[in-house]
């Protein structure tokens, strides 16, 4: 998952053409298995619940699309890093 943003997006979001990058449902169950997670320890691991997990991987609930939020992807981005917990800046 690249989380970087470019020159280019911060350029395009000041002209109102930024577009969130947004977490297909295939990149987010490929980043539950590559962490060798299953449904259950990804959704432990990012403070949801289990269907929520399964929502994300199938993309949709109840027919309506279901967009995984920034935050969730943050969570996988930092899980992904080795990091699993933060409690903010050392004094």
Do not use: H
């Amino acid at each position: 998952m690249d989380a970087a943003v470019t020159r280019k997006d911060k350029k395009n979001k000041m002209k109102g053409q930024y577009r969130e990058p947004v977490m297909q449902p295939g990149a987010f169950r490929g980043w539950r298995r590559s962490l060798g997670l299953s449904q259950k320890e990804a959704a432990e691991a990012l403070g949801l619940k289990g269907r929520v997990v399964q929502y994300y991987e199938k993309g949709e609930r109840d027919g309506e699309p279901v967009t995984i939020p920034k935050t969730v992807r943050l969570a996988c981005y930092a899980l992904s890093e080795g990091c699993e917990d933060y409690a903010g800046p050392s004094d």
